[in-house]
């Protein structure tokens, strides 16, 4: 019996991907554990792998298609001694996208990272397979004096007093579906839809797709947005938008911190390990986060969240867009411990190889830009956090120590913080406690 591949959930929030790349063809033959198809998710590209052995016998999806829905079938498999030759691609009718009764519906039993060819996405609501908004060109909702229209689309009609005879379908073949019914209004006769279900259904090619006015006309290269840019522009505008913020800047003297880096550096030598200024940053803003727990917080409509150990994530700059691995704990980890994690984290996120629990989650942020001569900003909290840290520069100032003037290594920090959950002098003592341990780095070792 031929196997379905389908589109798995590679994170437990993902409801639909891009399948970049395929790394097999028709023609084929698998076994358990080959690499697939890449797929990308909205954080990060992640390899999806075989759990059966079989000949390929159909790619259904091209790579490169976006919003494919999990649960979709994207190839067919023809097991060992199965002959490849009678096996048929089915058809959208005959593959159906994976429904739930609203009276079923469970979180996925399934390990999150599983990605095993029956994954399936979590049941939310009841739902028909036409209703999960596949792809399809809106076409008559009426065959004869039959209407096409999925049940649940039926019920939702029948409750609104909404004749379905007037309401243009979406789905396959002009199905009428849960949002075609949503969006109509009860008793409107929609005088658009019945002129579009009397136009034959093959009409002209579609007319190109007009280029934004926003654009001016100058030669110019269009670059079409990766799911992790959507995920961030939404994201982002979501925290400005939602998140009232508050900012706070130190201007911190680094000459100790640098003094104790080099001692570490040559000490750790031997083991291969070289620290950086930003490890011994992420150690004292997890140590400050224990030391002031007001700011170690998240925020929900009802509730506030005091964390008991500090999760960092680092802002990681990828040829995709910005990415946060997290540094687990680090707050008890050692210097040498945070430098080698930090290094392999960087290296998978920039690869798109990270799994979705070591960039989902921490309790606050840090975002470094000193490597590229910034010297001071402020950074977008990454809800739900309450707080993010941008560190700029060091550079050499003027600074007063003691009562004389002198030259030192200077570098301001600013604390962006979520002002629903943290007063303003709540972040003041977070910030004072960062400055003191990196000008007193041996703090942080205690």
């Not at 030759?85 to 039993?109: C, I, L, M, N, R």
């Not at 540094?327 to 050692?334: K, L, Q, Y």
């Not at 977008?380 to 290594?409: C, F, H, S, W």
Request: aromatic share 2%; proline share 7%; hydrophobic share 40%.
């Amino acid at each position: 019996m031929s196997i379905e591949i389908k589109m798995p959930a590679l994170s437990p929030t993902m409801e639909e991907g891009t399948l970049a790349k395929w790394l097999i063809k028709e023609g084929d033959v698998v076994k358990s554990g080959d690499l697939m198809a890449e797929i990308e998710t909205d954080k990060a590209t992640m390899e999806f792998e075989a759990v059966d052995e079989g000949t390929v016998v159909k790619i259904l999806v091209a790579e490169g298609t976006d919003n494919v829905k999990v649960g979709t079938i994207i190839a067919i498999i023809a097991e060992e001694g199965e002959d490849a030759s009678s096996v048929s691609a089915p058809t959208k009718s005959e593959t159906p996208e994976p429904a739930a009764k609203e009276s079923e519906a469970k979180p996925d039993p399934k390990d999150p990272n599983d990605t095993g060819s029956e994954a399936k996405p979590v049941a939310r609501t009841e739902v028909s397979a036409e209703d999960h908004g596949r792809p399809a060109d809106a076409g008559p909702a009426a065959s004869g004096d039959r209407v096409k229209a999925s049940p649940l689309a039926r019920r939702l009609a029948a409750d609104k007093g909404i004749d379905l005879g007037t309401v243009p379908g979406s789905g396959p073949r002009g199905r009428i579906v849960k949002a075609d019914v949503e969006s109509a209004k009860p008793g409107a006769a929609t005088v658009a839809a019945k002129d579009e279900a009397a136009a034959p259904t093959a009409a002209a090619a579609p007319a190109p797709v007009a280029k934004p006015a926003t654009v001016p006309d100058i030669p110019h290269e269009a670059t079409k947005l990766s799911n992790v840019r959507k995920t961030i522009a939404r994201r982002l505008t979501e925290s400005k938008q939602t998140v009232p913020h508050i900012y706070l800047t130190v201007n911190i003297r680094l000459d100790a911190l640098l003094k104790l880096r080099g001692e570490l550096n040559k000490s750790l030598e031997s083991r291969g390990v070289k620290l950086s200024v930003n490890d011994l940053l992420i150690k004292a803003q997890a140590v400050a986060l224990m030391q002031v727990p007001t700011c170690n917080v998240m925020f929900t409509p009802d509730q506030l969240i005091t964390f008991q150990r500090a999760d960092i994530s680092v802002a990681v700059s990828t040829p995709s867009g910005l990415i946060t691995p997290i540094i687990v704990g680090a707050d008890t980890a050692s210097l040498s411990s945070i430098s080698t994690q930090m290094k392999d984290l960087a290296a998978r996120a920039r690869d798109g190889k990270l799994k979705p629990e070591e960039y989902q989650g921490g309790t606050a942020s840090i975002s470094n830009m000193g490597m590229f001569g910034i010297t001071q900003f402020d950074a977008v909290i990454n809800p739900p956090q309450a707080m993010i840290l941008a560190v700029g520069a060091g550079e050499k100032r003027p600074y007063v120590v003691g009562d004389e003037l002198t030259v030192a290594t200077v570098m301001s920090a600013t604390g962006s913080f979520d002002h629903r959950a943290i007063d303003g002098a709540d972040g003041a003592q977070f910030m004072k406690a960062f400055k003191h341990l990196v000008e007193n780095p041996l703090g942080m070792l205690a």
